[in-house]
């Protein structure tokens, strides 16, 4: 099966986790990197467009295309982030992809399943392996029902469990995310924000979900806490190998957590690489102006970075009009001629397999010629 | 950095809320000094109090609940706590302005933001309404919104976010304050409006002067931005450094904690660092060091327990409240004297 070399350092990891449970058939929990087609969840050429309704007949006078045309794959064991700055479209991908909203064309393949045709009965089995943990704590947990009820909902929903044993489980998933079991009585209210978000974490968990989308985890957390989040997250992706879709606009922490990132830009992918590639050779000006936002931390004294970022001019176009051509060529430094015509393809470019990049102005692949 | 002297100081302000539960302490003994043309920033997590060490030094503390309980705020010379409200209006706005984080619920939704920026103008200044008006247009102009003839006639909502906070910019420098307090001004922005903003703020700095009190919990913004800091913990001030050298050398363990559990750029190893525990509830907070139940060190000390610390200078321009808080100095003399006892220090 996977060779030694070909491991990578997550599975390895996994792997002496797995160990360490005494779990004997370690080689069919770790994911083979190395086959492309064993996918967890691909998506392909997803749209979803909001009519616009005005007047007093509700004529439907245009369309917001929040996603339009969008395909990724992620594999399982994996974490692909998905970035950007509000409103790209990056949280209408994840409701499309649990069909929270109708998507308006494309394909989801989640573990060989259609999730966009799949019937009743399909979609009840498809939301047990797929989770969502949301942004914000406050607004994500019914402060009416106790955290026990919150976390055990869907065990009760699903019918896996009631009784002595739904306790149990519930108490078992409140232990795994850092919280005391007495904890199970009490209501949201009487929690700290991060206490809350690993409440939410429990409630996505308790399913055994294959695949976990995570919305803005910790962007409503302060600073001290979201460390303390990540590294949950972290862990039980260790345990359980589960496999995230992370949707997040901070640069560093998707970094950190996440394997392949991906760049939206009004609806649409900007650029796809594997994060190492990624941050070490952005091509693509909306990414790079990104990196150069976030105000960073120098540890050494040096002068500070005052005057030498590059700042992007402009805001985010309406989605409702969106430009002509590329749809960042309003604020690119580069724009010229055909970027305000065309709208470039997300095309594989740069030196490294997989960095794919939709824009005129980067460079060509080098395409070494043996023959 | 300027040695024009000090325009605004802020001396041992401590600020309580008087709620049906108790009293919770919001500000205790909190002290700085911002300079001329100076950029302070406070900076903690939030409830820590830095909202309401700004909403003191304005005198906009919501009463009855609410009250400055002790402490002096001096600003060029006046003392403000002890001003009329009449008095304290004409500072207000007019020489002190103050933004805040969210600019939808800051501007009025019913005005075009042009009558808001004039309201501002003839608050304060002797001027004619088209004098105002002509003001106002310039004003949108040097705060970088396109088109101001016809902006200044529209509504708040027909804005986006980063446009609604250039205006509440342009409406608090209308007045050309000495001091400008920013109360998280880019936080419910996108990165890259983000830095638009904060270059705006150091372009018009550049420009009148001013200094400007800036408010954040972003470490990221504040190494870019500010000259000094003080970092805030549960009500308190733990330590002041110049900007560059807090981030070069922390020197509070919860200095410490913070910038090691952020997640930067460059930094993927497997784990991040985290500090223990949470923030503690105002109306619960532990005796002695607020910071001990997650201080690696105050966890087993008898002092940090059960007495709180002083903020005190450890090197002119340094200050930290930690018993046990050395710089590198401090920490090389202590090994001469006593090698086990620095040993444990180092711990």
């Known amino acids: 099966m996977t060779g030694k070399v070909a491991v990578p350092a997550t599975a390895k990891r996994k792997r002496r986790k797995n160990i360490e449970q005494g779990i004997s058939n370690v080689e069919a929990k770790v994911p083979n990197m190395v086959n492309t087609n064993d996918y967890l969840l691909r998506v392909a050429g997803l749209k979803t467009y909001f009519p616009v309704k005005k007047g007093l007949l509700q004529r439907t006078i245009g369309y917001v295309k929040a996603v339009d045309g969008i395909s990724f794959g992620i594999q399982a064991g994996q974490t692909l982030g998905l970035v950007g700055e509000s409103g790209c479209g990056k949280t209408t991908v994840a409701r499309s992809i649990v069909r929270l909203v109708p998507a308006t064309e494309g394909s989801v393949v989640f573990d060989q399943t259609d999730v966009l045709s799949a019937d009743r009965v399909k979609l009840r089995e498809l939301r047990r392996q797929i989770s969502l943990i949301f942004q914000d704590p406050f607004g994500s947990l019914n402060p009416r029902m106790t955290v026990g009820n919150i976390i055990g909902e869907s065990l009760k929903v699903q019918k896996k469990a009631a009784g002595s044993e739904l306790i149990e489980r519930v108490t078992a998933l409140l232990s795994k995310v850092g919280l005391s079991p007495d904890h199970i009585n009490r209501y949201p209210h009487e929690f700290s924000g991060g206490q809350r978000q690993r409440i939410s974490v429990a409630r996505a968990l308790a399913l055994e979900p294959k695949l976990v989308i995570c919305d803005e985890p910790v962007s409503a957390l302060d600073v001290s806490i979201q460390s303390q989040i990540l590294n949950l997250l972290k862990d039980l992706q260790d345990e359980f190998g589960l496999t995230f879709l992370f949707i997040a606009h901070d640069l560093a922490v998707v970094e950190f957590f996440c394997d392949i990132v991906a760049v939206m830009y009004m609806g649409k992918i900007v650029e796809r690489a594997a994060k190492e590639e990624l941050y070490r050779n952005p091509l693509h000006p909306y990414t790079r102006a990104l990196m150069s936002s976030i105000p960073q931390v120098e540890r050494d004294p040096s002068p500070s970075r005052r005057g030498r970022r590059t700042t992007l001019g402009g805001e985010v176009p309406s989605a409702l009009n969106p430009p002509a051509g590329c749809a960042f060529h309003p604020r690119c430094p580069l724009a010229e001629g055909v970027c305000l015509k065309q709208m470039p393809v997300l095309e594989e470019k740069g030196d490294y397999e997989g960095h794919f990049v939709a824009c005129w102005k980067c460079q060509k692949k080098l395409i070494i010629d043996n023959g | ?347």
Not at chain 2, 101 to 108: A, D, F, G
Request: glycine fraction near 8%; charge should be negative; charged fraction near 25%.
């Open chain 2, 1 to 347: 950095m300027n040695d024009n002297g000090t325009l605004l100081s802020v001396e041992d302000i401590s600020t309580h809320f008087f709620t049906e539960e108790g009293v919770v302490k919001a500000v205790q003994d909190v002290s700085f000094a911002i300079m001329k043309g100076q950029t302070f920033a406070l900076v903690g997590e939030s409830g820590c109090g830095k909202s309401v060490t700004a909403l003191s030094i304005m005198r906009l503390v919501p009463e009855p609940q609410g009250k400055i309980v002790s402490g002096e705020i001096v600003f060029e010379g006046k003392k403000l706590l002890s001003l009329s409200e009449k008095g304290m209006r004409q500072i207000r706005g007019n020489e002190i302005a103050m933004i805040f984080q969210e600019p939808m619920t800051s501007l009025n939704p019913v005005y075009t933001v042009g009558n808001q920026i004039v309201e501002a103008i003839k608050l304060h200044q002797k001027k004619s309404t088209s004098q105002a008006w002509s003001d106002a247009v310039e004003m949108l102009r040097r705060v970088g919104i396109s088109d101001p003839q016809q902006r200044v006639r529209e509504y708040p909502h027909q804005m986006s976010g980063g446009m609604r906070q250039r205006i509440m910019i342009a409406m608090a420098v209308s007045c050309e304050p000495v001091l400008l307090i920013a109360d998280e001004p880019t936080t419910a922005l996108d990165v890259t409006i983000q830095a638009q903003i904060l270059d705006l703020l150091d372009r018009l700095q550049e420009q009148n002067g001013m200094s400007i009190l800036l408010i954040t919990h972003d470490l990221g913004v504040v190494a870019e931005r500010a000259d000094d800091v003080a970092v805030m913990y549960a009500s308190r001030i733990v330590e002041v450094a110049e900007s560059r050298q807090l981030f070069a050398e922390p020197l509070h363990p919860y200095t410490q904690g913070l910038l090691e559990s952020l997640p930067r750029l460059g930094i993927t190893a497997g784990r991040l660092q985290t500090i223990s525990g949470t923030v503690p509830e105002p109306l619960h907070f532990p005796a002695g060091c607020k910071f001990h139940p997650r201080c690696p060190v105050g966890r087993e000390d008898r002092r940090c327990q059960t007495v709180e610390p002083k903020l005190r200078e450890v090197r002119p321009g340094r200050c930290v409240a930690c018993w046990y808080a050395r710089d590198r100095r401090q920490r090389a003399e202590d090994r001469r004297q006593s090698p086990e006892s620095a040993a444990v220090d180092e711990g």
